[in-house]
């Protein structure tokens, strides 16, 4: 059944390498270089892929770094603002005893002043009832001596501790 052509197999064996020359020369290199191409561009991709994944590694870290250092600025702004909130609030307090200290010192004098200023009238007075007490006393026919008597008397009883309370 199988029987082998040597003619055949000969043409077939000449027509196989033809064909491999033919394709070696026309086909082969011009294959193997678009095949080269083609590894060059992947690689090229790939590199390329590698250095822009490094350099998106390179911004996240950047931008953690900046947000590290804008949650740090922001945290130092706040104590800056607490610490000069309360140095205020300190100056405030301390210019308000210090103002309240003032009224109470004028309060103080005035009420001071208003005392000695009753202390003169309530004085007046008193030698105004003696100059009437004398006056009364005149009517009633006393002498000189005995009416300065009861006048000095009179003023020595009225004591400061009297006037004040």
Known sequence: ?????????????ITFVLLLWL?????????LRALEERERTIKGSLDEARGSREEALALVEEHRRKLQNAQAEAAEILATGRREAETLRASLMEKSRAEADELLSR????????????LVELRSAAADLAVAAAGKLLEANLDDKKQRELAERAIASLTADQIQG
């Open 107 to 118: 309060a103080r004098s005035t009420i001071e002043g208003e005392t000695r200023a009753a």
């Open 1 to 13: 059944m199988v029987s082998i052509n040597f003619g055949l197999v000969v043409w077939q064996l």
């Open 23 to 31: 394709l070696g020369k026309v086909a082969w290199k011009p294959i």
